[in-house]
């Protein structure tokens, strides 16, 4: 009998999956409390880009923001 790990990287809110990105951050998150406690360690980060289907109700702002200011500006968020 075989078996499997399956990774899957999804959004919290509405389960969309979520895209790898190469656009990672230059600075690291914070450890809690009491991390790393003196034994070896290694931090793995995964870099990934916000969910398509929840950013885009911002994206629809952003639009409409342009269209009621000009198209000229340039709405950053």
Known sequence: ??????????????????????NTPKVGSFHSEGEPTGALMVENRIALEPCETCMKPLEEMKSAVQVLM????????
């Open 70 to 77: 000009g198209s000229n500006v340039e709405v950053r968020g």
């Open 1 to 22: 009998m075989r078996e499997f790990l399956i990774t899957k990287f999804v959004c919290a809110k509405c389960g969309t999956n979520l895209q790898l990105t190469y």
